[in-house]
């Protein structure tokens, strides 16, 4: 039996790991996470979601996913810059993940919040893991 991993927790946890050492004024107390937080209207800021999109996959060898970055942030430039490091950050990642670009970052605007924000998408490939019963 074949199994694909987790491929929105990894991500998570890759943006997580790398942003918390960024170094960056915008990317201080960034919080990445696969969902907003219940009751948070925006989200605490700055704030880092993972979503995935869809997934397509070569079986038994590889699933390509989907995946959304959206960034919510103080100020305009700041969630550019934030989405600009996170992008750079999946995209040079040595790792189990090969991620490729797709689209952005492109900033934008939340309506319903009236906070600003960037985002991108990019495909993330990852191998599967034979499990013996």
Known sequence: MYVFGD??????TLLRDALAG?????????TVGTR??????PPPLPYVLVALDGSEVIWPVVQRNATRVTVWHRDADSAYDL???????LLSSPGPLACH???GPLRSFDVDTETDLAWFAVRVSS???????
């Open 36 to 41: 907003v937080p219940r009751g948070s209207t």
């Open 7 to 12: 491929t929105q927790a990894a991500v998570a």
């Open 101 to 103: 670009a797709r689209l």
């Open 83 to 89: 989405a600009q490091l996170a992008h750079g950050v």
């Open 127 to 133: 191998g599967a893991e034979s499990l013996v019963p």
């Open 22 to 30: 960024a170094g960056q004024p915008f990317a201080q107390d960034a």
